[in-house]
């Protein structure tokens, strides 16, 4: 079982549509939880930083962890074609510890 | 202000050659870390730098090694070059160590033949 699962898609939504991406992870120790947008054959771009469980919004983006059931989410609200991206979960314990990412969750906004 | 900046952001290599990978981080950030991309996967932690010292390191090789200058700026060494090193190289920077947002630059695609 990988430390972190994210479904790859693709999620092909119509323009205005709320979006859902997810990812669960095994890891009880991860406490800081990010969210990247990565378009094609760019770096990943940080959207959304969580610390522990709880919501977080940030314009259109809203981000929610709940610990207790190892799940974490990233709402996108009006979703416009230029949200078209892949989007990756993030996580770490603390300190020093590298980020582990999910396999991403390819997106894709039709007009 | 300028991001976090790599180079080079191509460049081909051949099996069993070396190759060196630099990044700059955003102006103030002292923690520079490198990760491993492949197609169609999330990225990889290899590195953790801060203040000069490796502060974490990943599941790779011993061919893989890295350094981090005074002015914060850091390189990634690749030895004896295999297929399987064909990647995005991505350098992310934050403010400390412990740091946890952490912004990454736009990559070196290394490309092993």
Known sequence: QKEVEQDPGPLSVPEGAIVSLNCTYSNSAFQYFMWYRQYSRKGPELLMYTYSSGNKEDGRFTAQVDKSSKYISLFIRDSQPSDSATYLCAMKRGGADGLTFGKGTHLIIQP | ?113
């Open chain 2, 1 to 113: 202000d300028a991001g976090v900046t790599q180079s080079p952001t191509h460049l081909i290599k051949t099996r069993g050659q070396q190759v060196t990978l630099r990044c700059s981080p955003i102006s103030g950030h002292k923690s520079v870390s490198w990760y491993q991309q492949v197609l169609g996967q999330g990225p990889q932690f290899i590195f953790q730098y801060y203040e000069k010292e490796e502060r974490g390191r990943g599941n790779f090789p011993d061919r893989f090694s890295a350094r981090q200058f005074p002015n914060y700026s850091s390189e990634l060494n690749v030895n004896a070059l295999l297929l399987g090193d064909s990647a995005l190289y991505l350098c992310a920077s934050s403010l400390e160590g412990s740091g946890n947002t952490i912004y990454f630059g736009e990559g070196s695609w290394l490309t092993v033949v």
